[in-house]
């Protein structure tokens, strides 16, 4: 394995910042109109479930990424095609999240710009990303964390400074009962962000040897629900559940409420800022985690070539997955999470541990 | 035959006559190269050689020519010239030597050789004095307050500066001669027990493989020892004052004093540190903490501003508040150039101003000021060439590169800000934040001797932040 190493902090940095990654502009559960800050405190503990499952795989074979264990516990032939299948998945999922940034910014500030320009530009400084190797990024990571952490407090401070936040919009709690609420949380909240977990499988093998990681993770995730939730109550304080349910981007739009003075408004620079810097980070680590799964599924050496052949794909695909903005939505809510979400995230890795596991114990009985 | 005899043997032959021969030879009858002889009693001959204005004259009078001319009338007998000539020289550095190449490299470095018919040997006494400056104030790095010595351009005098403030049988100073051609000598400082070990031997390893012929400066050891060659981001720290490299000889850095100039090297050096001056230390923390957080705004200002207008102007005319947009487009009206050509010919202008500053002779420096401030910034504007908003916002990035202690910091500064230009100039926000993303990243990759460039940023180190943007005050124990 890559000799890189990364410590607790930078691991925590870069899960939050994955799992920030688009959740922080995405409508998430507003199916379940004011109740949706319900639906982001509960499913972290889904989250942290499905951490535990593949912190459990990661203990069984600290030093290989997933792609390379698949091969062990399934066999070569079998595996290797999983470990295939994994790698196109990430390609995809990055394909995804890249064109959730290129609409948020074609959205508002690039209504002239093509498309296909801004995913160039990205994936440009995302080669330049992998290329310096994980460690690079992982340290970056901290920074980014650092000037996200900033931006987010400065856009809640002008939230509150020009008194956006009517509390009223949350009530009725619960009107409709529990129903929706479970509906939104199960499989597309569950799924995205933290289903898409599933990466650190790839990512955790690079870790130092003593780091606490399920301690390390488990904050991270909380971390993320409790600012999710914090983050869907501004919106819903701020929006009101209709428009939360009909604006594609509600971060975008209720930044546009900001008014101070008569000077500080407009502010969608903090907001490209955030947009840029989080789909950065999450399309940089399934780009870094297709790389590496590639390079050890056909046993290459680290090489500038994948990077640009992966980067090139993902942005070729970012514009050719859907054709509208609202098909990729319609995807990524219907058919995205019961056909990919379900099975790769949640059923392999789940049939992967008790296969492991029967194997130990048939090894250990054997013995 | 004779020749080649000699040369392959590099050793000293007993005859004075052509060991003369033979150092006159390897100088190319070099003008400067004084040759002494001298008769002693019992018909006994030395001569005694030196190169002119390298040796300390009073001293080879004093000390050598005066103890031996006195002595060699004496008539006694006298077994081994050799010792008992060298027991009278009355200076500190006396070597006996049979080795042409020391010999030669002795003569070079200020030493009195001294032959003796019969002896295949000869005596080393060290005469040497470069010449050198007093020592004054340091022309970079000024402070308000705080110690106003500087280096000079003599390694002896730059390390007693350093011993005189560090006090300390842990200062440990190494000495090498570095550059094929130059023989430079090169002074290692660090302290023993607090400077890490596989840095210092490290930095010795990088040092022994230099293989260039001259080192003129702290930039050709810089070149050798870094460990990323494709960055604009100095690696290393050059400071001329010896209490700010007393200060981080005490953090544990290494220092790197160079013959033949007055700035030494510090390493490894963190990106934090070219923000820091030596006077925060000399101040209330709480100003100088003010202080250093003017001085990273300035840098970021440097690097941001002209592109950040730049991306407003031409991409984001909505972000910008209606009033203010009304009166940048009323300036903009009659200028004929696209925003970018503007900005980049007045940025060009400045370097270009820059430049004729530090080159041109001081006595037509008001000249150049005025031509610079009146027909640059004033005609331009009027004549309609430039709009004032350019104007001043390339005199902000001008004034804002002046607060960097440090000159290599804001030269990264003023590269990135070209790209930063063309970026906003093509996608806006976007390139600016993306390209942004690349700095960060490769400020991420870069290592100083091993050491990540970012500490204590990223990685963390919770100690290094106490005095990293902020500088907390250290309470006394």
Not at chain 1, 77 to 90: D, K, P, Q, V, W
Not at chain 1, 335 to 340: D, G, H, M, Q, S
Not at chain 2, 172 to 198: H, N, P, S
Not at chain 2, 336 to 360: H, T
């Amino acid at each position: 394995m890559p000799k890189d190493k990364i410590d607790g902090l930078q691991l925590f940095c870069l899960i939050v910042l994955f799992l920030f990654g688009t959740a922080v502009f995405l409508d998430l559960g507003s199916g379940a109109r004011q109740d949706a800050w319900i639906v982001t405190i509960l499913s972290p503990i889904a989250g942290l479930i499905i951490f535990a499952v593949y912190y459990r795989l990661y203990r069984q074979h600290p030093d290989l990424p997933l792609t390379e264990y698949v091969k062990k516990i399934l066999g070569k032939y079998l595996g290797s095609l999983i470990s295939y299948m994994y790698i196109i998945y990430f390609i995809y999922i990055a394909s995804r999240v890249l064109r959730d940034v290129e609409e948020l910014l074609i959205s508002s500030p690039y209504a002239k710009t093509s498309i296909i320009t801004l995913g160039i530009c990205m994936v440009f400084a995302l080669v330049y990303a992998v290329h310096l190797g994980f460690e690079v990024f992982a340290r970056a990571g901290i920074i980014c964390f650092a000037i996200m952490t900033v931006t987010l407090l400065l856009i809640l401070i002008f939230y509150v400074i020009s008194d956006l936040i009517h509390l009223e919009n949350l009530r009725p709690v619960l009107a409709k009962g529990w129903k929706p609420v479970f509906r939104e949380i199960f499989p597309v909240n569950m799924t995205v962000p933290y289903g898409e977990l599933i990466i650190f499988t790839m990512i955790l093998p690079l870790m130092k040897r003593k780091t606490k990681i399920l301690k390390t993770g488990s904050m991270a995730i909380a971390y993320v629900g409790i600012y999710l939730t914090i983050n869907i109550m501004l919106l819903i304080c701020i929006l009101g559940a209709d428009l939360l349910e009909r604006s594609a981007f509600p971060a975008l739009a209720a930044v546009g409420y900001i008014q101070i003075g008569g000077f500080i408004q407009r502010l969608d620079p903090l907001i490209i800022l955030l947009i840029v810097f989080l789909g950065f980070i999450k399309v940089g680590l399934f780009f870094y985690c297709a790389v590496i799964g590639m390079n050890n599924l056909f046993k290459m050496k680290p090489n500038v070539f994948t990077s640009y052949f992966m980067g090139g794909i993902i942005c070729i695909s970012s514009i050719m997955i859907a054709p509208s903005y609202q098909s990729h939505l319609d995807e990524g809510l219907k058919v995205v999470p019961y056909f990919l979400h379900i099975a790769f995230q949640f059923a392999i890795p789940a049939a992967l541990l008790v296969l492991a596991s029967i194997q130990r114990k048939w090894k250990q009985g054997k013995v | 035959m004779f020749r080649k005899h000699y040369r392959h043997h590099k050793k000293l032959s007993k005859s004075i006559a052509s060991n003369i021969e033979y150092l006159k030879e390897q100088f190319g009858n070099s003008s400067d190269l004084s040759v002494r002889n001298i008769f002693l009693s019992n018909h006994g001959k030395a001569a005694i050689i030196h190169i002119q204005g390298i040796v300390d004259e009073q001293s080879l009078h004093d000390n050598v020519l005066h103890p031996i001319l006195a002595w060699s009338h004496e008539q006694k007998p006298i077994q081994n010239w050799s010792r008992e000539i060298a027991q009278i020289l009355s200076v500190s550095k006396v070597n006996t030597i049979d080795e042409w190449s020391e010999i030669v490299s002795g003569l070079l470095s200020g030493d009195t050789v001294i032959l003796i018919e019969g002896h295949s040997e000869a005596i080393l006494a060290g005469t040497g004095k470069i010449q050198s400056r007093t020592i004054t104030e340091p022309s970079t790095q000024t402070v308000v307050k705080g110690p106003k010595d500087g280096f000079t351009e003599n390694l002896g005098t730059n390390i007693s500066l350093i011993r005189a403030r560090i006090q300390n049988n842990n200062l440990r100073i190494e000495q090498t001669k570095v550059g094929k051609v130059t023989k430079t000598d090169i002074g290692i400082l660090y302290m023993e027990g607090i400077a890490k070990e596989e840095i210092i031997k490290e930095v010795k390893e990088r040092i022994c493989k230099i293989d260039m012929d001259s080192i003129l400066d702290t930039n050709y050891v810089e070149e050798a020892l870094k460990d990323n060659r494709k960055t604009i981001f100095p690696l290393f720290q050059n400071s001329e004052r010896p209490d700010v490299v007393a200060a981080n000889l005490l953090e544990g850095k290494i220092t790197i004093i160079i013959q033949g100039t007055p700035f030494a090297l510090i390493l490894p050096a963190f990106f934090i540190q070219f923000f820091q001056s030596p006077e925060d230390y000399y101040a209330n923390y709480l100003v100088s903490s003010f202080l250093r957080l003017i001085r990273v705004g300035s840098f970021y200002v440097n690097m941001y501003a002209s592109a950040i207008y730049l991306a407003l102007i031409t991409h984001h005319h909505g972000l910008i508040p209606t009033t203010l947009m009304v009166t940048l487009m009323a300036q903009r009206e009659q200028v004929p150039f696209p925003a970018i050509v503007e900005l980049l010919v007045m940025e060009l202008a400045f370097e270009v101003l820059r430049e004729a500053g530090i080159r041109m002779p001081r006595a037509i420096g008001p000249a150049v000021s005025i031509v610079g401030a009146l027909i640059l910034g004033q005609a331009a504007v009027e004549a309609g060439f430039v709009s004032a908003a350019i104007v001043i916002i390339v005199a902000t990035t001008a004034i804002s590169s002046f607060t960097l202690p440090n000159p290599n910091i804001v030269n990264a500064a003023r590269g990135m800000r070209f790209i930063l230009i063309f970026a906003a100039a093509f996608i806006g926000f976007y390139g600016i934040i993306l390209f942004s993303l690349c700095i960060i990243l490769h400020l991420c990759s870069l290592k100083s001797v091993g050491v990540p460039y970012l500490t204590p940023l990223s990685p963390v180190r919770v100690s290094g932040l106490k005095d990293s943007l902020v500088r907390i005050g250290t309470s006394s124990k």
